[in-house]
Nanobody, 126 residues
Framework: QVQLVESGGGSVQAGGSLRLSCATS????????MGWFRQAPGKEREFVGH????????YYADSVKGRFTISRDNSKNTVHLQMNSLKPEDTAVYYC???????????????????WGQGTQVTVSS
């Protein structure tokens, strides 16, 4: 059974930075894209970014483009989300997820992923 565990969340002031990590175990990491999503209270879970399995390509939501960077270390089965210039509207629970596809098909919908972590809280104060 694939398990994903996020870490690195916390509270930060606007303009600050955080680096989230997602450690995977129990299944295949290489060969699958990985995504980050977030969910704020009272809102639907939304796409943040995606990285292809070799790390050659990344895709981001417009709201985080230029501020967030996804990377992965396939030797350690981990993926990271570097978040800079954080804004109060970035406050949410952040989730990592493994794509259900072994090639780049779709990546912006929650249904494109079949394994999810438990989430880590990010709070940005003004």
């Amino acid at each position: 059974q694939v398990q994903l565990v996020e870490s690195g969340g916390g509270s930060v002031q606007a303009g600050g930075s955080l680096r989230l990590s997602c450690a995977t175990s129990g299944g295949t990491f290489n060969g699958y894209g990985m995504g980050w999503f977030r969910q704020a209270p009272g809102k639907e879970r939304e796409f943040v970014g995606h990285i292809t399995w070799r790390g050659a390509n990344t895709y981001y939501a417009d709201s985080v483009k230029g501020r967030f960077t996804i990377s992965r270390d396939n030797s350690k089965n981990t993926v990271h989300l570097q978040m800079n210039s954080l804004k109060p509207e970035d406050t949410a629970v952040y989730y990592c997820a493994r794509s259900k596809y072994d090639s780049l098909v779709r990546y912006w919908r929650t249904q494109d992923y079949n394994y999810w972590g438990q989430g880590t809280q990010v709070t940005v104060s003004s």
